[in-house]
């Protein structure tokens, strides 16, 4: 284990690894363990739902607790053999990530956009984001899309290489279960807005800080999606507070200003309208401008990842 550096340098190694696996396949097509855990949550839910914050929280708590558990398992099992450590780590990482998923998606949406075909642009963006669709005309969707691809590079991408440095394998798991949750009942609906509250605050906690480094390197990428990195900041010193999420309005802010373009404005969520705010200070986003967006993300999401191993790999001692 000394030569090959330790159980840091075995994280780095699996951290990079995954994330380049991300890069090049996206999602594991079949028998993706994100997808079962989900599955394995909603079976739950059905057995012990109550419209209370405590079952809510208990349902959390043996959720979230088993998966890290597992982790914590499968670290101590793996402690003195680094290659399998890092074999581990790498598929962990590729199979929490979902970058390149994101940037597929988008890319499609934009694709349907370029031929005018909003239907077909409509149908595909139900797959990012939570919205009322059906009203929204080519720059509504592009709008769409834009913040959706900022929100979750930081929520699919940089916070899990965020949690997989300092924390190793628990941190990978125990991060993609809490947004799972947050993602299947952290809604402000009847049904959630009581036993989704433990979820929806948990996900707010750990995505505090990777949500203001997604941030902060989208400020520095912004000259090389030809934008500025002075209006970025200021977007989000000056006008990510008015977003109802306090980590996806830092975000979006960011890639408002760096694409120097205005995000934000009302959506309709099931008939209820919600304001997020005006992000930025150009104009709104047109479809051609779903490409920088993407350009953006993978920029940021490789910064995420070289701070990752490099954070990974200091702890190798």
Do not use: C
Not at 78 to 96: H, I
Not at 148 to 159: G, K
Request: net charge positive; no cysteine; glycine share 14%.
């Amino acid at each position: 284990m000394r030569r090959f550096g330790g159980v840091g340098a075995a994280t780095a190694v699996g951290l990079g690894a995954g994330f380049l696996a991300d890069l090049a396949f996206g999602d594991p097509v079949r028998w993706h363990p994100v997808a079962g855990f989900g599955r394995m949550a909603a079976a739950l839910e059905r057995r012990i739902y109550a419209d209370e914050k405590g079952r809510g929280a208990a349902f959390e708590g043996a959720l979230v607790g088993g998966v890290v558990g597992a982790g914590l398992l499968t670290s101590f099992l793996v402690r003195d053999r680094p290659l399998a450590r890092a074999l581990v780590t790498a598929s962990t990482t590729w199979a929490v990530l979902g970058g390149r998923s994101l940037v597929r998606e988008a890319t499609a949406i934009a694709d349907a956009l370029d031929e005018d075909d909003v239907a077909a642009a409509r149908a595909r963006v139900r797959n990012l984001v939570g919205r009322d669709p059906e009203s929204l005309d080519a720059d509504g969707i592009a709008r769409a899309t834009l913040e959706s691809v900022a929100e979750n590079t930081s929520d699919a991408v940089v916070a899990p290489l965020f949690w997989g440095a300092v924390a190793g394998l628990p941190g990978l798991v125990g991060y993609r279960a809490i947004n799972t949750l947050d993602a299947m009942v952290g809604h402000r609906s009847e049904r959630y807005r009581n036993f989704g509250w433990a979820a929806a605050r948990l996900d707010d906690v750990v995505n505090w800080v990777p949500a203001r480094l997604a941030a902060g390197l989208a400020v520095l990428a912004a000259p090389l999606v030809t934008g500025h990195s002075s209006q970025a900041l200021r977007a989000v010193q000056q006008q990510s507070g008015q977003h109802p999420s306090p980590n996806g309005g830092v975000v979006e802010a960011a890639f408002a200003g760096a694409l120097g373009v205005t995000l934000g404005g009302q959506n309709s969520y099931g008939g209820v309208l919600e304001d997020r705010g005006v992000l930025g200070f150009g104009p709104v986003p047109r479809p051609s401008d779903i490409a920088r967006g993407n350009r953006l993300a993978l920029v940021v999401s490789a910064g995420a990842a070289l701070l990752a191993v490099g954070v990974a790999w200091g702890r190798r001692r």
